[in-house]
Protein backbone atom coordinates (compact mmCIF):
# COMPACT_ATOMS: atom_id res chain seq x y z
CA UNK A 1 0.00 0.00 0.00
CA UNK A 2 3.06 2.35 0.78
CA UNK A 3 6.20 2.87 2.62
CA UNK A 4 6.72 5.40 5.39
CA UNK A 5 10.50 6.40 6.00
CA UNK A 6 11.45 7.25 9.46
CA UNK A 7 11.75 11.15 9.76
CA UNK A 8 13.72 11.40 13.09
CA UNK A 9 17.06 9.94 13.01
CA UNK A 10 18.55 9.98 17.11
CA UNK A 11 22.12 10.66 16.84
CA UNK A 12 22.93 10.60 20.95
CA UNK A 13 24.16 8.34 23.32
CA UNK A 14 24.00 4.70 22.20
CA UNK A 15 22.11 5.49 18.62
CA UNK A 16 24.55 6.82 15.73
CA UNK A 17 21.32 6.24 13.23
CA UNK A 18 22.62 10.09 11.40
CA UNK A 19 25.89 7.82 10.02
CA UNK A 20 24.45 5.59 7.65
CA UNK A 21 20.52 7.58 7.46
CA UNK A 22 18.83 10.23 6.18
CA UNK A 23 15.58 11.80 7.14
CA UNK A 24 12.58 10.64 5.04
CA UNK A 25 11.05 13.93 6.44
CA UNK A 26 10.65 15.59 2.99
CA UNK A 27 11.06 12.14 0.85
CA UNK A 28 7.57 11.62 -1.56
CA UNK A 29 8.37 10.05 -4.49
CA UNK A 30 7.28 6.42 -6.44
CA UNK A 31 9.99 3.68 -5.70
CA UNK A 32 9.74 -0.34 -7.41
CA UNK A 33 10.07 -3.09 -4.22
CA UNK A 34 9.33 -6.47 -4.88
CA UNK A 35 7.66 -5.62 -8.37
CA UNK A 36 5.43 -3.11 -6.93
CA UNK A 37 5.49 0.84 -7.80
CA UNK A 38 4.38 2.28 -4.20
CA UNK A 39 4.77 5.38 -2.78
CA UNK A 40 7.47 6.37 -0.01
CA UNK A 41 6.21 8.89 1.86
CA UNK A 42 5.90 9.96 5.93
CA UNK A 43 2.42 11.64 5.43
CA UNK A 44 0.20 8.21 4.14
CA UNK A 45 -2.98 6.84 5.51
CA UNK A 46 -4.93 3.76 5.21
CA UNK A 47 -8.01 3.79 5.14
CA UNK A 48 -10.10 0.66 4.75
CA UNK A 49 -13.48 1.17 2.40
CA UNK A 50 -15.32 -1.35 4.06
CA UNK A 51 -15.06 0.22 7.52
CA UNK A 52 -14.91 4.06 7.37
CA UNK A 53 -13.34 4.91 11.43
CA UNK A 54 -10.47 2.83 10.45
CA UNK A 55 -7.86 5.05 8.98
CA UNK A 56 -4.12 4.13 9.90
CA UNK A 57 -1.14 5.45 9.82
CA UNK A 58 2.49 4.76 10.88
CA UNK A 59 5.74 6.07 12.53
CA UNK A 60 8.79 4.41 13.54
CA UNK A 61 10.75 4.55 16.67
CA UNK A 62 12.25 7.82 17.60
CA UNK A 63 9.34 9.73 15.78
CA UNK A 64 7.01 9.26 18.95
CA UNK A 65 9.99 10.42 21.27
CA UNK A 66 10.33 14.09 19.80
CA UNK A 67 8.11 17.05 20.49
CA UNK A 68 6.18 16.76 17.15
CA UNK A 69 5.45 13.43 16.74
CA UNK A 70 4.75 12.61 12.51
CA UNK A 71 1.54 11.39 14.31
CA UNK A 72 0.14 14.40 14.89
CA UNK A 73 0.02 15.58 11.21
CA UNK A 74 -1.44 11.99 10.93
CA UNK A 75 -4.11 12.23 13.45
CA UNK A 76 -5.61 15.58 12.21
CA UNK A 77 -5.53 14.51 8.65
CA UNK A 78 -7.95 11.59 9.80
CA UNK A 79 -6.24 8.55 11.38
CA UNK A 80 -7.68 6.85 14.12
CA UNK A 81 -4.69 4.22 14.66
CA UNK A 82 -1.17 4.92 14.55
CA UNK A 83 0.82 2.11 14.44
CA UNK A 84 4.92 2.70 15.58
CA UNK A 85 7.40 0.09 14.70
CA UNK A 86 10.22 0.21 17.14
CA UNK A 87 13.48 -0.65 18.37
CA UNK A 88 14.06 0.40 21.82
CA UNK A 89 16.03 -0.59 23.93
CA UNK A 90 15.84 -1.39 27.65
CA UNK A 91 17.36 0.28 30.95
CA UNK A 92 16.48 0.51 34.48
CA UNK A 93 13.46 2.59 34.82
CA UNK A 94 12.59 2.65 30.52
CA UNK A 95 9.54 0.57 30.56
CA UNK A 96 7.40 2.99 32.76
CA UNK A 97 8.32 5.92 30.71
CA UNK A 98 7.67 4.28 27.25
CA UNK A 99 4.23 2.83 28.70
CA UNK A 100 3.49 6.40 29.97
CA UNK A 101 4.45 8.17 26.57
CA UNK A 102 2.36 5.71 24.05
CA UNK A 103 -0.83 6.37 26.42
CA UNK A 104 -0.16 10.18 26.59
CA UNK A 105 0.35 10.32 22.66
CA UNK A 106 -3.28 8.55 22.54
CA UNK A 107 -4.81 10.84 24.59
CA UNK A 108 -3.52 13.72 23.22
CA UNK A 109 -4.37 12.71 20.23
CA UNK A 110 -7.69 10.79 20.94
CA UNK A 111 -6.23 7.82 18.52
CA UNK A 112 -5.64 4.20 19.02
CA UNK A 113 -1.79 3.61 19.40
CA UNK A 114 -0.09 0.60 18.59
CA UNK A 115 3.58 0.00 19.44
CA UNK A 116 5.70 -3.22 18.76
CA UNK A 117 8.97 -3.28 20.00
CA UNK A 118 12.02 -5.10 19.55
CA UNK A 119 12.74 -8.36 21.55
CA UNK A 120 14.46 -11.24 21.63
CA UNK A 121 16.60 -12.39 19.14
CA UNK A 122 18.48 -8.72 18.44
CA UNK A 123 22.34 -8.65 19.32
CA UNK A 124 23.07 -8.03 22.73
CA UNK A 125 26.32 -6.74 22.04
CA UNK A 126 25.82 -3.24 24.21
CA UNK A 127 21.84 -2.82 24.30
CA UNK A 128 19.30 -5.53 25.05
CA UNK A 129 16.09 -5.35 23.91
CA UNK A 130 12.77 -6.30 25.62
CA UNK A 131 10.28 -6.61 23.39
CA UNK A 132 7.89 -4.31 25.27
CA UNK A 133 4.44 -4.04 23.21
CA UNK A 134 1.73 -1.72 24.19
CA UNK A 135 -1.84 -1.23 22.65
CA UNK A 136 -3.59 2.23 24.37
CA UNK A 137 -6.34 4.19 22.94
CA UNK A 138 -7.45 7.66 23.92
CA UNK A 139 -4.82 7.36 27.23
CA UNK A 140 -5.85 4.24 28.44
CA UNK A 141 -3.60 1.28 28.64
CA UNK A 142 -5.71 -1.77 26.72
CA UNK A 143 -2.96 -4.43 26.18
CA UNK A 144 0.74 -4.89 27.68
CA UNK A 145 3.51 -7.57 26.75
CA UNK A 146 5.42 -9.15 29.58
CA UNK A 147 9.41 -8.39 28.52
CA UNK A 148 11.86 -10.56 27.60
CA UNK A 149 9.10 -13.15 25.83
CA UNK A 150 7.54 -13.72 22.74
CA UNK A 151 3.91 -13.70 21.96
CA UNK A 152 1.10 -11.75 20.20
CA UNK A 153 0.11 -8.74 22.34
CA UNK A 154 -3.85 -7.93 21.28
CA UNK A 155 -6.47 -5.75 22.03
CA UNK A 156 -10.07 -4.57 20.79
CA UNK A 157 -9.86 -0.79 19.29
CA UNK A 158 -13.30 1.18 19.94
CA UNK A 159 -12.46 3.30 16.55
CA UNK A 160 -16.35 4.37 16.19
CA UNK A 161 -15.75 5.41 19.78
CA UNK A 162 -12.73 7.96 19.09
CA UNK A 163 -14.55 9.50 15.91
CA UNK A 164 -17.40 10.37 18.24
CA UNK A 165 -14.87 11.88 21.05
CA UNK A 166 -13.11 13.70 18.44
CA UNK A 167 -16.59 15.06 16.95
CA UNK A 168 -17.38 16.14 20.74
CA UNK A 169 -13.81 17.64 21.37
CA UNK A 170 -14.57 21.01 18.96
CA UNK A 171 -10.70 21.87 19.36
CA UNK A 172 -10.06 18.90 18.17
CA UNK A 173 -7.19 20.19 14.77
CA UNK A 174 -8.77 18.76 11.56
CA UNK A 175 -5.85 20.72 9.27
CA UNK A 176 -3.20 17.46 8.90
CA UNK A 177 -2.08 16.82 5.33
CA UNK A 178 -1.72 13.27 4.48
CA UNK A 179 -2.19 11.17 1.42
CA UNK A 180 -5.38 8.75 1.81
CA UNK A 181 -4.86 5.08 -0.26
CA UNK A 182 -7.84 3.05 0.34
CA UNK A 183 -7.78 -0.76 0.56
CA UNK A 184 -10.20 -3.62 0.91
CA UNK A 185 -10.42 -5.63 4.21
CA UNK A 186 -13.85 -8.04 4.54
CA UNK A 187 -14.81 -7.21 8.07
CA UNK A 188 -15.50 -10.51 10.14
CA UNK A 189 -17.17 -10.61 13.13
CA UNK A 190 -15.20 -11.65 15.87
CA UNK A 191 -16.27 -12.12 19.89
CA UNK A 192 -15.55 -9.26 21.94
CA UNK A 193 -12.99 -9.95 24.24
CA UNK A 194 -12.94 -5.79 25.62
CA UNK A 195 -15.14 -5.95 28.66
CA UNK A 196 -16.98 -2.87 29.49
CA UNK A 197 -18.24 -1.94 33.49
CA UNK A 198 -21.83 -2.12 33.96
CA UNK A 199 -21.31 0.55 36.60
CA UNK A 200 -19.80 2.95 34.65
CA UNK A 201 -19.90 5.95 36.67
CA UNK A 202 -18.78 4.40 39.57
CA UNK A 203 -14.94 4.25 40.97
CA UNK A 204 -13.80 0.40 39.63
CA UNK A 205 -10.72 0.19 41.91
CA UNK A 206 -11.66 -0.38 45.48
CA UNK A 207 -8.69 1.43 46.72
CA UNK A 208 -9.40 4.65 48.59
CA UNK A 209 -12.51 4.70 48.09
CA UNK A 210 -13.44 7.29 51.18
CA UNK A 211 -10.66 9.42 49.99
CA UNK A 212 -12.79 9.17 46.34
CA UNK A 213 -15.87 9.86 48.05
CA UNK A 214 -14.75 12.59 49.81
CA UNK A 215 -14.15 14.87 46.93
CA UNK A 216 -17.16 13.85 45.34
CA UNK A 217 -19.04 15.30 48.24
CA UNK A 218 -16.42 18.41 48.04
CA UNK A 219 -17.34 19.39 44.94
CA UNK A 220 -20.78 19.15 44.99
CA UNK A 221 -20.10 20.97 48.89
CA UNK A 222 -17.74 23.61 47.27
CA UNK A 223 -20.85 24.72 45.06
CA UNK A 224 -23.40 24.94 47.20
CA UNK A 225 -20.83 27.11 49.58
CA UNK A 226 -20.12 29.46 46.39
CA UNK A 227 -24.21 29.94 45.73
CA UNK A 228 -24.51 30.60 49.91
CA UNK A 229 -22.05 32.77 49.73
CA UNK A 230 -23.22 34.81 46.81
CA UNK A 231 -26.97 34.89 48.19
CA UNK A 232 -25.87 36.10 51.88
CA UNK A 233 -27.79 33.40 53.31
CA UNK A 234 -27.14 31.04 56.41
CA UNK A 235 -30.26 28.90 56.11
CA UNK A 236 -30.80 26.32 53.65
CA UNK A 237 -34.17 24.20 53.46
CA UNK A 238 -34.64 20.63 52.26
CA UNK A 239 -36.93 18.08 51.71
CA UNK A 240 -36.19 14.96 53.75
CA UNK A 241 -38.15 11.77 52.60
CA UNK A 242 -35.70 8.80 54.44
CA UNK A 243 -34.88 8.14 50.61
CA UNK A 244 -30.97 8.16 48.79
CA UNK A 245 -31.12 11.39 46.99
CA UNK A 246 -32.52 13.87 50.09
CA UNK A 247 -30.00 11.71 52.07
CA UNK A 248 -26.99 12.41 50.09
CA UNK A 249 -28.14 16.19 49.87
CA UNK A 250 -28.55 16.55 53.48
CA UNK A 251 -24.66 15.24 53.53
CA UNK A 252 -23.40 17.73 50.97
CA UNK A 253 -25.29 20.78 53.02
CA UNK A 254 -23.38 20.00 55.86
CA UNK A 255 -20.15 19.30 54.38
CA UNK A 256 -21.13 23.01 53.39
CA UNK A 257 -22.25 24.57 56.22
CA UNK A 258 -19.31 23.17 58.22
CA UNK A 259 -17.04 25.11 55.40
CA UNK A 260 -18.24 28.07 56.10
CA UNK A 261 -18.33 28.09 59.67
CA UNK A 262 -22.38 28.01 59.61
CA UNK A 263 -24.33 26.63 62.96
CA UNK A 264 -25.89 23.44 61.26
CA UNK A 265 -29.10 24.81 63.11
CA UNK A 266 -29.38 26.86 59.74
CA UNK A 267 -30.08 23.90 57.92
CA UNK A 268 -33.86 23.26 57.79
CA UNK A 269 -34.75 19.67 56.89
CA UNK A 270 -38.45 19.33 56.41
CA UNK A 271 -40.36 15.79 56.11
CA UNK A 272 -43.97 15.75 54.41
CA UNK A 273 -45.80 12.82 54.97
CA UNK A 274 -49.05 12.20 52.79
CA UNK A 275 -50.65 8.92 51.46
CA UNK A 276 -48.10 6.56 50.51
CA UNK A 277 -45.08 7.85 53.30
CA UNK A 278 -43.74 4.64 55.17
CA UNK A 279 -43.17 4.34 58.98
CA UNK A 280 -39.86 3.31 57.79
CA UNK A 281 -38.16 5.84 55.63
CA UNK A 282 -39.98 8.64 58.21
CA UNK A 283 -38.62 7.23 61.08
CA UNK A 284 -35.28 7.63 58.86
CA UNK A 285 -35.54 11.17 57.88
CA UNK A 286 -36.34 11.89 62.16
CA UNK A 287 -32.71 9.76 62.97
CA UNK A 288 -31.13 11.47 60.10
CA UNK A 289 -32.11 14.80 61.30
CA UNK A 290 -31.37 14.04 64.94
CA UNK A 291 -27.83 12.80 64.17
CA UNK A 292 -26.58 15.67 62.00
CA UNK A 293 -28.03 18.01 64.73
CA UNK A 294 -30.35 19.97 61.80
CA UNK A 295 -33.74 21.61 62.61
CA UNK A 296 -36.30 19.00 61.96
CA UNK A 297 -39.44 20.40 60.57
CA UNK A 298 -42.51 18.13 59.96
CA UNK A 299 -45.17 18.95 58.12
CA UNK A 300 -47.89 16.74 57.02
CA UNK A 301 -49.26 17.69 52.96
CA UNK A 302 -52.25 15.32 53.55
CA UNK A 303 -55.48 17.57 54.37
CA UNK A 304 -53.97 20.09 52.18
CA UNK A 305 -53.42 17.88 49.77
CA UNK A 306 -56.96 16.52 49.97
CA UNK A 307 -58.12 19.77 49.95
CA UNK A 308 -56.40 20.82 46.51
CA UNK A 309 -58.48 17.60 44.86
CA UNK A 310 -61.65 18.20 45.94
CA UNK A 311 -61.16 22.35 44.61
CA UNK A 312 -60.03 20.48 41.29
CA UNK A 313 -62.15 17.71 41.53
CA UNK A 314 -59.50 14.78 41.13
CA UNK A 315 -61.09 10.95 42.44
CA UNK A 316 -59.26 10.37 45.53
CA UNK A 317 -59.27 6.28 44.23
CA UNK A 318 -57.98 7.45 41.22
CA UNK A 319 -54.17 6.85 41.52
CA UNK A 320 -53.17 8.54 38.37
CA UNK A 321 -50.28 10.93 37.66
CA UNK A 322 -52.59 13.74 39.36
CA UNK A 323 -52.89 11.61 42.30
CA UNK A 324 -49.37 11.40 42.25
CA UNK A 325 -48.02 15.25 40.82
CA UNK A 326 -50.17 16.76 43.39
CA UNK A 327 -48.66 15.77 45.91
CA UNK A 328 -44.97 16.30 44.64
CA UNK A 329 -46.12 20.17 43.99
CA UNK A 330 -47.76 20.57 47.15
CA UNK A 331 -44.14 19.35 48.98
CA UNK A 332 -42.52 21.83 46.67
CA UNK A 333 -44.51 25.07 47.80
CA UNK A 334 -44.37 24.14 51.43
CA UNK A 335 -40.33 24.21 50.99
CA UNK A 336 -40.60 27.20 49.04
CA UNK A 337 -42.61 29.13 51.23
CA UNK A 338 -40.74 27.81 54.68
CA UNK A 339 -37.81 29.07 52.49
CA UNK A 340 -39.22 32.71 52.43
CA UNK A 341 -40.25 32.64 55.91
CA UNK A 342 -36.50 31.74 57.01
CA UNK A 343 -34.43 34.23 54.58
CA UNK A 344 -33.18 30.86 53.12
CA UNK A 345 -33.05 28.42 49.95
CA UNK A 346 -34.47 25.41 48.62
CA UNK A 347 -31.76 22.81 48.05
CA UNK A 348 -32.43 20.43 45.09
CA UNK A 349 -32.29 16.64 45.72
CA UNK A 350 -32.96 15.34 42.34
CA UNK A 351 -30.20 13.56 40.46
CA UNK A 352 -28.67 13.07 37.15
CA UNK A 353 -30.57 9.75 36.53
CA UNK A 354 -34.07 11.25 37.05
CA UNK A 355 -33.15 14.44 34.76
CA UNK A 356 -32.15 12.22 32.02
CA UNK A 357 -35.37 10.07 32.38
CA UNK A 358 -37.43 12.92 33.12
CA UNK A 359 -38.59 11.28 36.07
CA UNK A 360 -39.22 14.53 38.24
CA UNK A 361 -42.36 16.43 38.58
CA UNK A 362 -42.57 19.87 36.53
CA UNK A 363 -42.84 22.91 38.79
CA UNK A 364 -42.56 20.15 41.63
CA UNK A 365 -39.69 18.62 42.95
CA UNK A 366 -37.98 19.52 39.41
CA UNK A 367 -37.71 23.24 41.01
CA UNK A 368 -35.45 24.88 43.54
CA UNK A 369 -33.03 27.15 43.91
CA UNK A 370 -30.05 24.79 43.67
CA UNK A 371 -29.54 21.09 42.89
CA UNK A 372 -26.70 19.89 44.65
CA UNK A 373 -27.45 16.35 43.04
CA UNK A 374 -28.28 16.93 39.58
CA UNK A 375 -24.37 15.72 38.58
CA UNK A 376 -24.65 12.26 40.19
CA UNK A 377 -26.25 9.78 39.01
CA UNK A 378 -28.24 7.13 40.56
CA UNK A 379 -25.57 4.01 41.28
CA UNK A 380 -22.96 7.22 42.10
CA UNK A 381 -25.61 8.48 44.73
CA UNK A 382 -25.09 4.48 46.42
CA UNK A 383 -21.87 4.37 46.31
CA UNK A 384 -21.32 7.79 47.79
CA UNK A 385 -23.78 6.80 50.56
CA UNK A 386 -22.18 3.47 50.92
CA UNK A 387 -19.15 4.28 51.26
CA UNK A 388 -19.91 7.54 53.60
CA UNK A 389 -21.93 5.23 55.50
CA UNK A 390 -18.95 2.28 56.14
CA UNK A 391 -15.89 4.11 55.78
CA UNK A 392 -16.51 8.12 57.32
CA UNK A 393 -20.20 8.13 59.14
CA UNK A 394 -19.86 8.58 62.96
CA UNK A 395 -21.68 4.94 64.56
CA UNK A 396 -24.60 6.93 65.32
CA UNK A 397 -25.35 7.99 61.62
CA UNK A 398 -24.13 4.40 60.21
CA UNK A 399 -27.48 2.22 61.14
CA UNK A 400 -29.18 4.48 59.85
CA UNK A 401 -27.83 5.42 56.45
CA UNK A 402 -26.97 1.29 56.03
CA UNK A 403 -30.82 1.33 56.51
CA UNK A 404 -32.02 3.66 53.84
CA UNK A 405 -29.13 1.62 51.55
CA UNK A 406 -31.83 -0.98 51.89
CA UNK A 407 -34.90 0.87 51.61
CA UNK A 408 -36.86 0.00 48.02
CA UNK A 409 -36.31 3.07 45.44
CA UNK A 410 -40.03 4.67 45.52
CA UNK A 411 -41.29 8.16 45.23
CA UNK A 412 -43.80 6.92 48.15
CA UNK A 413 -47.08 8.54 46.19
CA UNK A 414 -49.36 5.48 46.45
CA UNK A 415 -49.56 3.42 49.42
CA UNK A 416 -48.41 0.00 48.68
CA UNK A 417 -47.15 1.44 45.41
CA UNK A 418 -44.71 -0.27 42.99
CA UNK A 419 -41.24 0.48 43.23
CA UNK A 420 -39.35 3.43 40.89
CA UNK A 421 -37.40 0.70 38.74
CA UNK A 422 -40.53 -2.09 38.55
CA UNK A 423 -42.01 1.37 36.62
CA UNK A 424 -39.41 2.22 34.66
CA UNK A 425 -36.58 -0.37 34.52
CA UNK A 426 -32.91 -0.89 36.69
CA UNK A 427 -31.09 1.79 37.44
CA UNK A 428 -28.21 0.48 36.71
CA UNK A 429 -28.89 -0.16 33.13
CA UNK A 430 -30.39 3.50 33.01
CA UNK A 431 -26.85 4.80 34.23
CA UNK A 432 -25.28 2.29 31.78
CA UNK A 433 -26.88 3.67 28.44
CA UNK A 434 -26.69 7.21 29.75
CA UNK A 435 -23.06 7.12 30.19
CA UNK A 436 -22.18 5.54 27.15
CA UNK A 437 -25.01 7.40 25.12
CA UNK A 438 -23.62 10.83 26.56
CA UNK A 439 -20.31 10.59 26.60
CA UNK A 440 -19.01 8.47 23.97
CA UNK A 441 -22.17 8.83 21.39
CA UNK A 442 -23.32 5.03 21.25
CA UNK A 443 -26.12 4.10 19.63
CA UNK A 444 -28.73 2.09 20.29
CA UNK A 445 -27.83 -1.70 18.51
CA UNK A 446 -24.06 -0.90 19.99
CA UNK A 447 -25.83 0.42 23.52
CA UNK A 448 -27.53 -3.12 23.48
CA UNK A 449 -25.02 -5.25 22.32
CA UNK A 450 -22.30 -3.65 24.90
CA UNK A 451 -25.12 -4.11 27.78
CA UNK A 452 -25.31 -7.64 26.81
CA UNK A 453 -22.01 -8.18 27.24
CA UNK A 454 -22.04 -6.10 30.27
CA UNK A 455 -25.18 -7.78 32.55
CA UNK A 456 -25.37 -10.97 30.18
CA UNK A 457 -27.07 -12.15 27.42
CA UNK A 458 -30.06 -13.81 29.31
CA UNK A 459 -31.03 -10.04 30.09
CA UNK A 460 -31.54 -9.58 26.69
CA UNK A 461 -35.69 -8.92 26.58
CA UNK A 462 -35.22 -6.78 30.03
CA UNK A 463 -32.06 -4.76 28.45
CA UNK A 464 -34.26 -3.85 25.07
CA UNK A 465 -37.09 -2.91 27.11
CA UNK A 466 -35.29 -0.85 29.43
CA UNK A 467 -33.37 0.93 26.34
CA UNK A 468 -36.34 1.54 24.63
CA UNK A 469 -37.83 3.37 27.91
CA UNK A 470 -34.31 5.19 27.96
CA UNK A 471 -34.23 6.91 24.73
CA UNK A 472 -37.91 7.51 24.47
CA UNK A 473 -38.09 9.09 27.94
CA UNK A 474 -34.70 10.90 27.86
CA UNK A 475 -35.79 13.02 24.33
CA UNK A 476 -39.31 13.56 25.47
CA UNK A 477 -38.25 15.11 28.80
CA UNK A 478 -35.58 17.84 27.17
CA UNK A 479 -38.50 20.54 28.17
CA UNK A 480 -37.80 19.81 31.56
CA UNK A 481 -34.02 19.91 31.70
CA UNK A 482 -34.13 23.45 29.43
CA UNK A 483 -35.22 25.08 32.74
CA UNK A 484 -33.12 23.22 34.94
CA UNK A 485 -32.08 25.30 38.06
CA UNK A 486 -28.18 25.65 38.37
CA UNK A 487 -26.16 22.86 39.90
CA UNK A 488 -22.53 22.08 40.03
CA UNK A 489 -20.86 19.40 36.82
CA UNK A 490 -19.41 16.24 38.85
CA UNK A 491 -18.49 13.82 36.09
CA UNK A 492 -17.49 14.40 32.50
CA UNK A 493 -21.38 13.35 31.75
CA UNK A 494 -24.03 16.28 32.68
CA UNK A 495 -27.42 17.80 31.42
CA UNK A 496 -27.43 20.88 31.52
CA UNK A 497 -28.59 22.99 28.68
CA UNK A 498 -26.33 25.85 29.72
CA UNK A 499 -23.25 23.50 29.43
CA UNK A 500 -23.14 19.94 27.83
CA UNK A 501 -26.14 19.65 26.13
CA UNK A 502 -27.93 22.22 24.10
CA UNK A 503 -30.80 19.86 22.21
CA UNK A 504 -34.12 20.85 21.18
CA UNK A 505 -37.04 20.22 22.96
CA UNK A 506 -39.07 18.46 20.18
CA UNK A 507 -36.45 16.27 19.03
CA UNK A 508 -37.31 12.52 18.39
CA UNK A 509 -35.11 9.75 19.27
CA UNK A 510 -32.60 8.69 16.87
CA UNK A 511 -32.75 4.88 16.15
CA UNK A 512 -28.94 4.27 15.84
Known sequence: LGLIPKTY???????????????????????????????????QIFCCRQLPDFMFGAEICEDLWVPSAPSENLAAAGATLICNLSASDELIGKMQYRRQLVCGQSGRLICAYVYADAGQGESSQDMVFAGHNLIAENGSLLAESRRF??????????????????????????????????????????????TFSPTPFVPQSRENLAERCEEILALQAEGLCTRLRHTHCQCAVVGLSGGLDSTLALIVMVHAFDRLGLDRKGILAVTMPCFGTTKRTKSNAVKLAEAYGVTLRQVDITASVTQHFADIGQDMDVHDVTYENGQARERTQVLMDVANMEGGIV????????????????NGDHISH????????????????????????????RDTLLSILGTEITPELVPGGASTEERIGKYDLHDFFLYYFMRYGFGREKLRDLAAGAFGAWQLSEIERTLDTFLRRFFQNQFKRNCLPDGPKIGSVALSPRGDLRLPSDLGPIES
Request: charge should be negative.
Open 9 to 43: LPNYAEFYEARHFSSGKDVDEEIVLAGQTVRLCAR
Open 149 to 194: ETGLTFADADLSRLAAERRRTTTYPKSGCAARVPFDLVPHELALRR
Open 347 to 362: IGTGDLSELALGWCTY
Open 370 to 397: YGVNCGVPKTLVKFIVETYARELAAPDT
